[in-house]
């Protein structure tokens, strides 16, 4: 499997990186501005850059599109992978708009290209861990859940200026990952109601947000996108307890006892920097190079992605709801964002 990278911004040195470590070659790369494309071909030493994303194409030295551009250039690219009929991996937020996520999709159906997206946080160790532990517990069906993950605040917003001037950026940037990790953790959602707000002072745009879902198996799970988690994960059920505490351990209560029943912190990986190293934690940097491991074997032997496209959308409606939710300040059914 060979990929050509789309972009060449901050994410995407650690994408870069991890499709070299799980052993896929970056045939080409292509940026805006060319002189950043070349750079970061000479730091990665990706042979072929390219002065305009259709040159990429018409070079077809790649098997896969790897789309790793702003939100705002997702549909133009996979316009061309639709054009070319090149199977492509699109980075999170599939789009900036439901009618953008509509037409991408659109264009997959139409070209019949193998198509996913590249949503990582379910691919984070814990997550993985936890989803097995609940199954396999005994503690029986979830009576309730509520799921916190770390919102962009000053750190990260010096690393991603951009989000500073986001509309609805709480939810636009970590919407995606918080209700695609509900999905995987326990399942569909039927309604969702959502308040944003902001707490970083000087921020303009909202970088906090709780949002209520009734599930179709869960009567109710919270997900709450905050500057500090006090936990990630904790679910009532029939039987008992089982928490993902912020150490990122599994902590399980059943029958009046509590035990750490998953306790295991992911070793340093060598090719991130220190400093983005200290900003994102060690289980953010885990999932990018398991996502694309898993997106890798599901190419070469011609299935459908866990995170593919069709599945993406899912996630993507619920982020488009949470945000109408927010603006018109009430709840709303999943079904009426038509995706």
């Known amino acids: 499997m060979r990929v050509a990278v789309f972009g060449t911004g901050y994410w995407a040195g650690f994408q870069a990186a991890a499709w070299q470590a799980v052993g896929v070659e970056v045939a080409g790369a292509w940026n805006r501005s060319y002189d950043r494309a070349a750079a970061f071909c000479a730091r990665f030493g990706i042979k072929k850059v390219f002065k305009t994303a259709e040159e990429a194409f018409i070079d077809n030295d790649f098997d896969v599109a790897d789309i790793i551009t702003d939100p705002a250039g997702h549909l133009d690219i996979a316009r061309l992978c639709a054009k070319f009929k090149k199977p492509m991996i699109c980075q999170k937020p599939l789009a900036n708009t439901a009618e953008e996520c509509a037409e991408i999709a659109r264009l997959v159906k139409m070209s019949g290209i193998w198509a ?42 010096l690393k991603q200026p951009a989000l500073s001037v986001m509309p609805h950026m709480v939810l636009r940037d970590m919407g995606p990952h918080i209700f695609d990790t509900m999905r995987f953790l326990f399942g569909e959602a039927e309604t969702i109601a959502a308040v944003c707000g902001t707490v970083t002072r000087g921020l303009r745009v909202p970088d906090t947000a709780v949002s209520v879902l009734k599930l179709r198996r869960v009567p109710v799970v919270s997900c709450m996108l905050v500057n500090r988690p006090v936990y990630r994960v904790a679910a009532e059920c029939e039987n008992g307890t089982l928490v993902l505490d912020e150490m990122s351990r599994v902590v399980k209560t059943q029958n009046g006892k509590t035990e750490v029943v998953y306790d295991d912190p992911p070793e340093r990986l060598s090719y991130i920097p220190d400093e983005d190293w200290k900003v994102h934690g060690a289980q953010v940097f885990h999932s990018i190079p398991a996502c694309l491991s898993a997106l890798k074997s599901a190419f070469t032997a011609r299935k459908q992605a866990e995170t593919s496209l069709a599945d993406n959308i899912e996630s993507m409606r619920l982020v488009f709801a949470a945000i109408r939710s927010s603006d018109e300040k009430r709840e709303i059914n999943r079904e009426e964002i038509t995706i």
């Open 116 to 157: 996913a997206v590249h949503e990582n946080f379910r691919y984070q160790p814990q997550y993985t861990a936890f989803q097995k532990i609940l199954a396999e517990s005994g503690l029986g069906g979830v009576l309730r859940a509520d799921i916190q993950m770390r919102s962009p605040d000053r750190a990260i917003l």
